[in-house]
């Protein structure tokens, strides 16, 4: 199982961090994205690219925080 913000999902084998996205928008109908998102996997800051390239592990914790920008 890999966790995305809290919620459960079905690990399997190979599956990207796109595709844990992905299915999150369809189930959720939300638009999380990774341009303007913080995204921790097990507590470890990505870079855009790296999170669009990550492979997740069975008990990955991923967490998806929208930037605040303040002024």
């Known amino acids: 199982m890999v ?22 928008n369809a189930d959720y109908h939300k638009q999380l994205g990774f341009d303007e998102f913080v995204i921790l996997v097990n507590g470890v800051a990505l870079t855009i690219i790296q999170a669009q390239e990550r492979i997740l592990l069975d008990n990955d914790k991923v967490i998806v925080v929208p930037m605040i920008e303040g002024g």
């Open 3 to 24: 966790r995305l913000n809290g919620a459960g999902y079905a690990y399997r084998p190979g599956m990207s961090l796109k595709d844990l996205v992905d299915d999150y």
